[in-house]
C-alpha cells in the first residue's frame, strides 16, 4: 500500500494505493481510493517477439448509485484524461 499526493492545478489529490493482486512480470490489480473516483485498474504485461512489451491497462470506476452525474462526467473527462496521462507516460519512456 502507498500514499500518494498529487498536485492538479492548485488543488492536492491524496490517494491510497493498494496492490488488490499481483503476479509479475505477467499483471498487477491496483485499487485506487481517496480524492476523485475510486476505481481498480489491472495493467497486463505482454512480451512481444520483437522484444518489447506491451502494456494494456483496464481500470473499472466505482460510482454511487445515488450520484448519477459522476457517471456522465466521468465518461466525458476520463477517456481524454488517461490518453494524456499515458502520452505523458510515453514521452518519459521514449526519452
Do not use: C
Not at 22 to 34: A, F, I, K, T
Not at 62 to 85: E, Y
Amino acid at each position: 500500500m502507498a500514499r500518494v499526493t498529487a498536485r492538479h492545478g492548485t488543488k492536492d489529490m491524496v490517494m491510497t494505493i493498494t496492490a488488490v493482486e499481483v503476479d509479475l512480470p505477467e499483471y498487477q490489480v491496483e485499487r485506487y481510493e481517496g480524492s476523485g473516483p475510486d476505481h481498480v485498474t489491472r495493467t497486463q504485461y505482454t512480451v512481444l517477439p520483437d522484444g518489447e512489451t506491451r502494456i494494456e491497462l483496464t481500470t473499472t470506476f466505482t460510482v454511487p448509485w445515488w450520484n448519477p452525474l459522476l457517471a456522465l462526467a466521468l465518461r466525458a473527462v476520463a477517456p481524454r484524461s488517461m490518453a494524456g496521462s499515458l502520452a505523458r507516460i510515453k514521452e518519459l519512456v521514449d526519452g
